[in-house]
């Protein structure tokens, strides 16, 4: 499987797989679209891409990535104060509770989201490092 259709199957989009690995939105963009041949990559481009979707670099570059096993990510034993989380922190959170977790890849994106408005909140001290590892226990990204 290619890394768009194995994106597509993981419900992670390209921004968030940038995020997470730390390769240029433009770089992915371009690798998944076809524009840039894998092959002529950086081996520490695919290496980052392939650790964070903790996958073989060989497996990227053959095409040879497996569809992911679906997962329940949401962790229900990790408690969250939300009265002290910013207004759209909660609302994005009772959003992801809504969610057919087992049967909507959207699922997926908005966890994401949540996750980069969580970055963002803790980067401004808006929440504190404890509230985000809260956070990131309960909603993973893949």
């Known amino acids: ?47 980052l891409i392939a650790d964070a979707l903790h996958v073989s670099p060989l ?17 229900d034993s990790v408690a969250i104060d939300l009265s002290d989380l910013p207004k759209m922190l909660k609302n994005s959170i009772s959003e992801l509770e809504d969610y057919d977790r ?10 994401d989201t949540m996750m980069l408005m969580a970055d963002r909140f803790l980067a401004e001290g808006v929440i504190d490092a404890r509230t985000y590892d809260l956070l990131a226990r309960k909603y993973p990204i893949a």
């Open 1 to 47: 499987m290619e890394l768009m259709a194995y994106l597509e199957k993981s419900g992670i989009t390209i921004y968030g797989l940038s995020k997470k690995s730390g390769v240029p939105y433009t770089t992915l963009s371009s690798i998944c679209h076809r524009k840039s041949d894998i092959n002529e990559c950086r081996v520490g481009t695919l290496r």
């Open 59 to 75: 497996d990227i570059i053959n095409g040879s990535l497996v569809s992911p096993l679906k997962h329940n990510f949401i962790d």
């Open 102 to 111: 087992e049967n909507d890849p959207t699922f997926y994106s908005a966890a």
